[in-house]
């Protein structure tokens, strides 16, 4: 969920007005996706004494699954943005989804609304991810490391549960250099791949193997410890996965590493582009 467009529409009010307002419904809108429209303009109306936006609001489906709730607003219109998988939310839930968009409410209101948000997307992430589509990445040989062979290595000598290989997940570099993040890992639909990222800012001579093969280690971790969520958290790195990182043989190397050069790697490539 987008917290920067909650944020805002918190702070700004709109002009008083019918929060009911205009359908913009492309004639081609699954009927599920009307139907949950339907539902939503109607809590919009029921809770009509609460809302803070004024003007039209067009509402739209989509697959973003990096923001599956957002609102967005422009002189005197705007366009709540929903996830497919809304469309199988209780109204209950909808309910939490207008109040937290459209309300004024204080933040503990909101971090509670937005908890169960959250709750629900947790539990229904097989929904988004059947949705999402494959990444585009460069190849694993980079001018100066093969991404494939690290993998091999890394997995022969630290992830027996990936040996074989259908079990693993593909590899590449990443298409842009990022200042920040390293690596990332990409969960893909059944029956495909799920895919390993890594900054192509590390394809540098500079760059010590054993701070590539961490960040591979690293990613590939999380192959093994999907993200879950518990107690209204999002859980990242588990204790299992924390204990399995901290056990490889270059850990505190890697670490320091990046704390003492990868900074200036950065700034190099900064002044270069």
């Known amino acids: 969920m987008s917290l920067s467009e909650r944020e805002t529409a918190l702070?700004?009010?709109?002009?008083?007005?019918?929060?009911?307002?205009?359908?913009?419904?492309?004639?081609?809108?699954?009927?599920?996706?009307?139907?949950?429209?339907?539902?939503?303009?109607?809590?919009?109306?029921?809770?009509?004494?609460?809302?803070?936006?004024?003007?039209?609001?067009?509402?739209?489906?989509?697959?973003?699954?990096?923001?599956?709730?957002?609102?967005?607003?422009?002189?005197?219109?705007?366009?709540?943005?929903?996830?497919?998988?809304?469309?199988?939310?209780?109204?209950?839930?909808?309910?939490?989804?207008?109040?937290?968009?459209?309300?004024?409410?204080?933040?503990?209101?909101?971090?509670?609304?937005?908890?169960?948000?959250?709750?629900?997307?947790?539990?229904?992430?097989?929904?988004?991810?059947?949705?999402?589509?494959?990444?585009?990445?460069?190849?694993?040989?980079?001018?100066?490391?093969d991404l494939e062979e690290i993998l091999k290595q890394v997995v022969r000598e630290h992830v027996p549960e990936r040996r074989l290989k259908n079990s693993r997940p593909a590899i590449g570099w990443s298409r842009q250099v990022t200042s920040k993040l390293m690596g990332k890992w990409i969960e893909t639909p059944p029956m495909e791949k799920n895919v390993i990222l890594i900054n192509k800012l590390l394809d540098d001579a500079r760059v010590p193997s054993y701070y590539l093969e961490f960040n591979v280690y690293h990613e590939i971790l999380h192959d093994l410890?999907?993200?879950s969520r518990a107690r209204g958290r999002w859980i990242q790195h588990s204790v299992e996965f924390q204990k399995r990182e901290k056990s490889f043989p270059h850990y505190a190397r890697a670490l320091e590493w990046e704390a003492t050069e990868l900074q200036k790697l950065v700034a190099f490539e900064h002044a270069a582009s």
């Open 225 to 227: 410890f999907s993200i």
């Open 11 to 145: 702070s700004v009010k709109s002009a008083p007005g019918n929060a009911q307002a205009t359908a913009l419904s492309p004639p081609g809108k699954r009927t599920e996706e009307r139907r949950t429209e339907e539902k939503v303009r109607a809590l919009l109306w029921r809770y009509n004494s609460e809302i803070i936006f004024g003007g039209s609001l067009e509402i739209k489906f989509t697959r973003n699954s990096s923001s599956l709730v957002s609102l967005s607003q422009h002189q005197g219109s705007g366009t709540l943005r929903l996830h497919e998988l809304f469309c199988k939310a209780p109204t209950e839930l909808l309910k939490d989804v207008i109040r937290l968009c459209f309300s004024n409410i204080d933040r503990a209101h909101a971090r509670m609304l937005r908890s169960r948000i959250h709750d629900y997307i947790g539990a229904n992430r097989h929904l988004a991810v059947a949705t999402m589509s494959a990444p585009v990445y460069r190849r694993p040989q980079g001018s100066i490391y």
